[in-house]
């Protein structure tokens, strides 16, 4: 996003080129029952300043994709294709030369921040290691930029804060400490995965709007992971929508939201609660299970799923194709025919969705006069 680069930033002669390009990046584990093809051609290139949010289901090849590019896949996993960093490939790179592009270069903020931060040392020296790692400065001056980043990311009192332990945090306040380790050194690119999990609405907010800092301050751009359409809306510039391990959808957020083009990226829209909607409106919710990357079934993957499936479907993967737009593409042999098509159109919702018996905890219907009244599941 354009308006939240700081313009006191300075940024090199890089600008026009893309950071990080990624082309036809495959990742498989073998496995005692077979291998697991758990990302499967993925490819994007990465500008300056630029938010690309990458969506999905869990299992979809989201954080596989973005592990690969910072060099943290076991060595059994099999990864083909390129990643370049700055015209640089990383695939291939000995282990002493990764470790000067992580932190440094491209960082990393995981979505677990309590398996993130030691729980035996003080934040404030985790903060220091970081900024450590890769400047050669005094402990003070460390220990001096670590309370500026606890500052910058909202952690009240960081002069107190920073001789405190992860525990001492609340869930909110430590994935925003992991958020200052990711940026303590100034990265050209942060990848965040699934940062907002398991946080409750306020509290996401006050974690994207430490993310939307990081950026201000560090003028990087960002990879922005998970499976919560909300949150892309407001902090992503482009969308690259995830099955199966494969890219199925990219474009703007515009082309994504108001535009797609693929069944499975109007589905994952419809099954969002609408503050426009009438209280009468259900979600629309898409049918089934991803597949398993063990055993994929031929052809398009979301076919045993998709309504519009037809006999091509199951015998041709498509390909990712350039539809009604400028870097909008899609995968789906029938794209076309979703041109101003709505969730409801196309995935009907089944009476067993309609009348969840009410022993499952399930709403009551709606009466068209009074409030919605919800079903106390039995004991």
Do not use: W
């Not at 921040?113 to 050669?136: C, I, R, W």
């Amino acid at each position: 996003m354009s308006d939240i680069l700081n313009p006191s930033i300075e940024v090199d002669p890089f600008d026009g080129v893309n950071l990080l390009t990624v082309d036809n990046l495959t990742v498989d584990f073998p496995t005692a029952d077979g291998v697991v093809h758990a990302v499967r051609g993925v490819s994007y290139r990465l500008r300056p300043g630029e938010v690309l949010g990458i969506v999905g289901e869990s299992g979809s090849g989201k954080s596989v994709s973005s592990m690969a590019v910072m060099g943290l896949l076991p060595r059994t996993a099999k990864i083909n294709g390129s990643i370049k960093f700055r015209g640089e490939e990383l695939l291939g790179l000995s282990e002493r030369e990764l470790m000067a592009v992580r932190g440094k270069k491209i960082a990393m903020i995981f979505q677990d921040p309590m398996t993130s931060l030691n729980p035996v040392y003080k934040v404030g020296f985790q903060l220091e290691e970081a900024v450590l790692a890769h400047n050669d400065i005094p402990k003070a001056a460390a220990r001096k930029r670590a309370v500026e980043l606890l500052d910058v990311v909202g952690i009240p009192f960081p002069e107190k804060r920073i001789d405190q332990y992860p525990h001492e945090f609340s869930g909110g306040m430590r994935q925003r400490v992991v958020i200052a380790i990711a940026m303590a050194n100034n990265p050209d690119i942060i990848i965040a995965d699934e940062p907002t999990t398991a946080l409750d609405v306020t509290v996401q907010a006050q974690v994207l709007e430490a993310l939307r800092a990081a950026q201000r301050e560090t003028g990087a751009a960002m990879v922005l992971i998970t499976h919560d359409l909300g949150v892309v809306a407001g902090q992503a510039d482009r969308v690259l929508v995830m099955y199966a391990g494969k890219p199925v959808e990219v474009g703007s957020v515009d082309d994504i939201y108001y535009k797609p083009r693929m069944p499975y990226t109007l589905g994952l829209l419809g099954s969002l609660p609408r503050l426009d909607s009438s209280r009468t409106d259900r979600l629309t919710p898409i049918q089934g299970a991803p597949p398993s990357l063990l055993n994929l079934p031929p052809g398009c993957p979301f076919t045993p799923r998709c309504p519009m499936a037809q006999p091509v479907c199951s015998e041709r993967e498509p390909d990712l194709v350039g539809v009604v737009g400028a870097g909008h593409e899609a995968a789906c042999h029938f794209s076309g025919q979703l041109a101003d098509k709505h969730a409801e159109d196309v995935f009907a919702v089944s009476a067993d969705d309609a009348h969840i018996p009410a022993e499952f905890g399930a709403v009551a219907d709606i009466p068209a006069d009074g409030p919605t009244t919800i079903v106390e599941s039995a004991s």
